[in-house]
């Protein structure tokens, strides 16, 4: 019924349907620590990433070559993802969401200064329309003294040392064991912080627990598989998407308004990615998920 690029766009959408979820889900949980909330994102998102594993693996799925570069992902994964936790729970869902598509432009940054790419005008040009539209979103913040707004930033640069370290382990290592390491290391991370007090939650939120764990990690199991239907170029716009979920759910679920800076501070951010985005298909490179 679906060609293979349709169906690598439909599963695009689902999995920004998904990580929507999860971003909606961890600001629910606000009651919660953030480690015990990191914790049960990785225990219970270790489900999906296991059923993945080719049985004739299963004894040796967990080794590796290469365990540096993936203790490096790792690490900057685990800190990437704190950092969008505490910022999920401490301003509106559509600001977070807006300033975490400029990953991209830190991973282009990055480039330039670890792997001594050259860049070329237009690139260069992309990295100060993002950086502009950033800046129009967090310009209220920085008037109100709310710190908050410096953690989705955070989160792109990590995000870029994710990125970067991604495009090589995928080289030789498959996404299962790539995706094992980084949540084995957020789930011990989690867990460390169960003596500074953990919250006994209600059925209810336990649900919400484990159903962030879950969707969360189907969100990147969903974005692998519509890479390998469809071309990147189909499939990557579909990301953007998670702006209007975040409107949407934040509005209805917490009655956040988006302000205007925020809407054209994330429409330059989306230029920016496009621009980096159409680049970095012409040199071929490999597209890296939006998350870690």
Known sequence: MFTRNQLGVLYGIASVACFAMMDASVKWLDMFPVGQVLFSRFFFGLIPILM??????????????????????????????????????????????????????????????????????????????????????????????????????????????????????????????????????????????????????NKFEFFLLIFTGLVGSVANILLTVSLRYAEASLVTPTKYLNLVFAILLGYFIWSEIPKLLTLVGAGLIIISSVIIFMRESELKKKVVSSRP
């Open 52 to 201: 993945l594993v080719p049985r004739g693996e299963f004894k040796t799925f967990y080794k590796t070559s290469r365990p540096k570069l993936h203790a490096f992902r790792a690490i900057t994964g685990t800190l990437a993802i704190i950092a969008l936790f505490i910022a999920l729970r401490e301003i509106p869902l559509a600001d977070v969401v807006s300033l975490t598509f400029g990953g991209p432009i830190f991973v282009t940054l990055g480039s330039i200064f670890f792997l001594s790419e050259k860049v070329g005008v237009k690139r260069w040009l992309a990295v100060l329309i993002g950086f502009f539209g950033m800046l129009l979103i967090v310009k209220p913040a920085y008037e109100e003294l709310n710190i908050y707004y410096i953690f989705p930033i955070i989160f792109c640069i990590f995000f870029a040392c994710v990125a970067l370290s991604i495009r090589s382990l995928s080289s030789t290592e498959p996404n299962y064991r790539i995706a094992l390491y980084f949540s084995l290391l957020s789930m011990i991370v989690g867990l460390l912080t169960l003596p500074f007090g953990w919250v006994m939650p």
